[in-house]
């Protein structure tokens, strides 16, 4: 998933990519823990994925406590 992607999401939809990337992960960590994980390269997408949409949920937050302060 591109940053362009992940800006366009809703403040839920954010949430919920959020919670399911980390689900997806932690799946991932115990196939890799129990030698069954075949694409290990997928653990490094699924944790950029991740930090994409923590930083455009960041980036919303600093933006409306910057609005808010401003009122």
Do not use: C, H, W
């Not at 591109?2 to 799946?27: I, M, S």
Request: charged residues 35%; positive net charge.
């Amino acid at each position: 998933m591109k940053y362009a992607d992940v800006a366009k999401l809703t403040d839920e939809e954010l949430a919920k990519k959020l919670e399911e990337g980390r689900a997806e992960l932690f799946n991932l960590r115990f196939q890799m823990a129990t030698s069954q994980l075949d694409n290990t390269a997928r653990v490094k997408t699924v944790k950029r994925d991740i930090a994409r949409v923590q930083t455009e949920m960041r980036t919303r937050q600093i933006a409306a406590d910057k609005a808010a302060a401003a009122e």
